[in-house]
């Protein structure tokens, strides 16, 4: 479950902005977002690291902050903190990894000044950035592009509204844009697309993407098949929560394979110390569901690859299918095992009437090991834990299941659309896009991250976000933005959500597809 996980993170960010510096999480209980399948995270305490500020998607970030505000950025420099962070998308068939590198592609800090002058001579001009990133992130991303303005004299008046989702449609519609808006969710690119309002960006942007990015993330920035929008900040989902001190205390590893991790759940459940491999929770008041969207999603990349993931999200691929089947039995394998869950709260239906922002507190009480969930879920934990290696809490990457698909990465995160193509536009457009802004806004913005392989792990705050940082820039990287947030909103935020939950309470497999399946609107 793709942007409601956004929106929860960013729910989650906005508490634990007040108390640090996430991003992203809801309150408690999580309210679906607006324009988004997923959910927000629960409140949280601020952890000792700093990633825990952060969260996931740029909407849910700008959903837990304040209100909105208009400035100019002629401001100041570009190294502060605060902030918090972003979420995803879906490619096309060929994705297969992109080359990202372990280590930072190639730094364009000696060329990106002289390409934004090669724009023309817009000193004075202003350009006017729309968004849903408001509070400390926006404050962060402000001082982050302040070197633009330097070299070229260039201003950015940008308005953060926390009702970014709804009013962005009307504003494009009414023929009243802002210049440039920051779109955290691939549907809602193509509804403003729909408007006939968005501008292509120039070759400087395209060429960018195709160096800095997996291939999956330009699809997710296309719509038909026409590229529109570059991606800005990232957040990963394909993570897996533990404890670093009890796996050491155990002699247990970090599994880095998919039966490695079930070889290690079967060999805690058979511990006579009583503890669960797992614990999990998919209650999230009326977005109650999306962890479950989430769990399949992952297994649904890793067993049958991103081309029949994205033919899924379409429907051309049938939540009945065989392929979707056998993947939702591999979720029951590990969800619906009385063995493997639900550590120190109850049997399998527990999960289902468990808050997502909760479930993983067992693991602190060392009453389970694991829990899945996404990046935003730093600022979740409770009294302020080491959130390190070696330390209280960690995370490790969900394994993948063979070699075939490269390493299944499902993300979130935003996208830059313009509304002009004015030069001043086109050259902030592409000032975003270059290694140089990804690695300012890192540093500028503790809990905000970039799928930019040009992004140095060195200037990434917080442990999570540099574990993040580092997947997201695997060499074999296959990224997919979050499906349910793909799909439509009578499935993808419906009924997939009440489905998978009623599964947990006892519904058979079958039957729990062919009523997601039932749901897909004729039209």
């Known amino acids: 479950m793709p942007m409601i996980r956004h929106r929860r993170a960013l729910a989650l960010v906005g508490a634990a902005a007040t108390a640090a510096l996430v991003l992203s999480a809801c309150g408690s209980s999580t309210t679906?977002?607006?324009?988004?399948?997923?959910?927000?995270?629960?409140?949280?305490?601020?952890?000792?690291?700093?990633?825990?500020?952060?969260?996931?998607?740029?909407?849910?970030?700008?959903?837990?902050?304040?209100?909105?505000?208009?400035?100019?950025?002629?401001?100041?420099?570009?190294?502060?903190t605060s902030g918090s962070e972003p979420s995803s998308s879906k490619p096309s068939g060929s994705e297969s990894g992109s080359s990202s590198g372990a280590a930072p592609v190639e730094s364009d800090d000696a060329t990106w000044c002289d390409t934004a002058k090669s724009f023309g001579d817009i000193k004075g001009k202003s350009v006017s950035v729309y968004s849903s990133i408001v509070g400390a992130e926006q404050t962060g991303l402000q001082k982050s592009w302040a070197d633009f303005t330097d070299c070229t004299g260039a201003t950015v008046a940008y308005t953060g509204d926390k009702n970014f989702e709804k009013q962005v449609v009307?504003?494009?519609?009414?023929?009243?844009?802002?210049?440039?808006?920051?779109?955290?969710?691939?549907?809602?690119?193509?509804?403003l697309v729909a408007t006939g309002k968005v501008v292509a960006p120039p070759s400087q942007v395209v060429d960018n993407v195709t160096k800095y990015w997996d291939a999956g993330w330009k699809v997710n920035g296309s719509v038909k098949?026409?590229?529109?929008?570059?991606?800005?900040?990232?957040?990963?989902?394909?993570?897996?929560?533990?404890?670093?001190?009890m796996f050491a205390a155990k002699g247990y590893t970090v599994p880095t394979?998919?039966?490695?991790?079930?070889?290690l759940s079967d060999k805690i459940a058979a511990d006579a110390d009583g503890v669960k491999p797992w614990c999990a929770g998919v209650e999230s008041g009326n977005a109650t569901g999306?962890?479950?969207?989430?769990?399949?999603?992952?297994?649904?990349?890793?067993?049958?690859?991103?081309?029949?993931?994205?033919?899924?999200?379409?429907?051309?691929?049938?939540?009945?299918?065989?392929?979707?089947?056998d993947s939702l039995a591999k979720v029951g394998a590990i969800w619906k095992n009385e063995k493997y869950v639900n550590a120190g709260i109850g049997d399998v239906s527990s999960i289902a009437t468990t808050n997502f922002a909760d479930a993983g507190f067992p693991i602190q009480s060392q009453q389970c090991y694991m829990m899945q969930q996404a990046s935003f879920y730093a600022s979740n934990w409770?009294?302020?834990?080491?959130?390190?290696?070696?330390?209280?809490?960690?995370?490790?990457?969900?394994?993948?299941?063979?070699?075939?698909?490269?390493?299944?990465?499902?993300?979130?995160?935003?996208?830059?659309?313009?509304?002009?193509?004015?030069?001043?536009v086109q050259a902030f457009q592409y000032y975003l896009s270059t290694a140089h802004w990804a690695n300012n806004q890192s540093k500028a913005i503790?809990?905000?991250?970039?799928?930019?392989?040009?992004?140095?792990?060195?200037?990434?705050?917080?442990?999570?976000n540099k574990l993040s940082v580092s997947i997201l820039q695997?060499?074999?990287?296959?990224?997919?933005?979050?499906?349910?947030?793909?799909?439509?909103?009578?499935?993808?935020?419906?009924?997939?959500?009440?489905?998978?939950?009623?599964?947990?309470?006892?519904?058979?497999?079958a039957d729990t597809l062919a009523a997601i399946d039932g749901a897909w609107p004729t039209s």
Do not use: C
């Open 32 to 80: 679906p977002p607006a324009a988004s399948n997923t959910p927000a995270p629960s409140t949280a305490a601020p952890t000792s690291d700093s990633s825990s500020s952060a969260s996931p998607s740029s909407s849910e970030s700008s959903t837990s902050e304040t209100s909105g505000s208009e400035t100019s950025s002629s401001e100041t420099s570009s190294s502060e």
């Open 474 to 509: 695997d060499p074999a990287a296959v990224s997919r933005f979050d499906a349910s947030d793909l799909m439509p909103a009578a499935v993808g935020s419906g009924a997939e959500w009440q489905a998978l939950t009623a599964w947990l309470t006892g519904t058979e497999d």
């Open 290 to 325: 999306w962890t479950a969207t989430d769990w399949l999603e992952e297994v649904v990349l890793r067993n049958n690859g991103p081309d029949v993931y994205d033919q899924w999200v379409k429907h051309d691929v049938k939540f009945a299918d065989p392929m979707i089947a």
């Open 382 to 424: 409770k009294d302020n834990p080491d959130i390190s290696e070696n330390g209280d809490i960690y995370a490790f990457y969900l394994p993948t299941m063979s070699d075939k698909f490269g390493t299944p990465v499902e993300v979130g995160g935003e996208f830059t659309a313009a509304f002009a193509s004015r030069p001043e």
């Open 257 to 263: 394979t998919w039966d490695d991790m079930v070889a």
């Open 446 to 464: 503790a809990s905000r991250v970039s799928a930019n392989k040009g992004l140095d792990v060195a200037n990434v705050q917080g442990a999570i």
């Open 225 to 245: 098949d026409t590229f529109y929008a570059a991606p800005l900040g990232a957040n990963i989902k394909s993570l897996v929560w533990y404890s670093p001190k």
């Open 170 to 191: 009307q504003k494009a519609q009414a023929g009243n844009p802002s210049d440039i808006a920051f779109v955290p969710q691939p549907g809602l690119l193509a509804s």
